[in-house]
């Protein structure tokens, strides 16, 4: 199975990766129908499969398997329940939202063999998240996902959004709440609140804002060390772009913390300068089309605007195709910004990727 972030690269870059493949599956996140009728066009006989399911269910729950165009419709669906596992659709009153109500959603719940025990020493998130079954034998759990989801005419389920406080950024689900607790660790930061945000520059896309009070003003942490703290802790995608350091957080009457109420943010964004080559320009193109942003300068930190291990297997790819050189996914990562790759560039040698071989699968047995 590959994840939706893998999916969508190679669909984009080689769908053509995938002949003489029987099945391909993408799990993770929402799949694009376009994309798999790439890889359906590109790769006659192969079967695109998206799975559904969260790591609290053993992974996959339920399938929707696509081998021709006419299988995948506007949205792909995440399909119908594996053996051993009972999906349910239900209202905030755990009441069933029947299949034959069109348009009809509700937050979807999983139960059976495959539902986990719970979470390991947190059982507040366990009583909260696996709750008793009122459709099962006695003492039976079933996991609520936090997934708001619809039933199709044809008996399929379609992903619709959260039901929480969990957001998706580039793909990833991620919990605010664990990423706030881990600047909270830091000896002078008194309180963190971590929210989404849309950069109305078009620079950074959706991405990740912390605010931060400090404990002493005086002596505020720098927004490198803040992410440096978060880095050693938390995987990339959970770090936020953008540090906005305030002496205390907007409070609503209740006195809990008011989003609404937050400041937006200045741009990460450096102020931009252009590039002097046209090696620099056609950087800059690529760069920003692997990133999803408008434009990209010579001064701008990639890391601040986004690069993530699937972006910088997209832009090593198609770096290597405009240059007709070799550039590593570590090489693209060490690079800081565009005048970095530049130089890699000029320094790379010519591309030489080894062709893929066909393996007998029984020698591997």
């Known amino acids: 199975m590959l994840a939706t972030g893998l999916f969508k690269v190679v669909a984009e870059e080689a769908p053509e990766a995938f002949r003489g493949i029987r099945e391909v599956w993408s799990g993770g996140d929402v799949v694009s129908p376009a994309l798999v009728e790439r890889i359906i066009a590109a790769c006659p006989g192969t079967r695109v499969v998206n799975a559904y399911g969260p790591c609290e269910t053993t992974t996959a729950v ?154 002493r003003p005086e002596d505020a942490a720098s927004t490198e060390e803040l992410r440096a703290r978060v880095s050693r802790s938390l995987p990339e995608h959970m770090v936020p772009a953008v540090f906005v350091l305030l002496e205390k957080l907007p409070l609503t009457v209740n006195g809990k913390v008011d989003r609404a109420a937050l400041p937006e943010p200045e741009s990460a964004a450096r102020a931009y300068v252009p590039p002097n080559t046209p090696t620099e320009k056609q950087l800059c193109d690529l760069v920003a089309l692997a990133l999803g942003v408008e434009r990209v300068g010579m001064a701008d930190d990639l890391l601040g605007l986004g690069l993530d291990s ?24 060490e690079a800081g910004g565009v005048p970095e790759l530049a130089h890699l560039v000029r320094n790379a040698s010519p591309g030489s990727r080894p062709k893929l071989r066909r393996v007998d699968r029984s020698a591997l047995a």
């Open 62 to 215: 339920s399938l929707h398997a696509m081998e021709a165009a006419g299988d995948i419709g506007a949205v792909v669906p995440i399909g119908r329940p594996l053996d051993n596992t009972r999906l349910y659709v239900l209202d905030p009153a755990l009441r069933p939202v029947p299949p034959g109500a069109p348009g009809a959603s509700g937050e979807l719940y999983i139960a059976g063999e495959r539902v986990a025990r719970g979470y390991q020493h947190r059982h507040a998130l366990t009583a909260e998240r696996f709750v008793a079954c009122p459709f099962g034998g006695s003492g039976e759990r079933m996991y609520r996902t936090g997934d708001v989801v619809a039933w199709t005419p044809e008996g399929h389920l379609v992903f619709q959004g959260r039901a929480d406080s969990q957001v998706k950024i580039r793909g990833f689900r991620i919990e605010p709440g664990e990423i706030q607790a881990a600047l909270e660790q830091h000896e002078n930061v008194s309180h963190a609140v971590v929210v989404p945000r849309e950069d109305p520059a078009g620079r950074l896309g959706k991405h990740l804002v912390a605010y931060v009070v400090p404990t």
């Open 310 to 333: 699937l972006v910088a297997t997209r832009l090593a790819n198609s770096i290597g195709k405009a240059f007709g050189v070799t550039v590593t996914i570590r090489a693209v990562f």
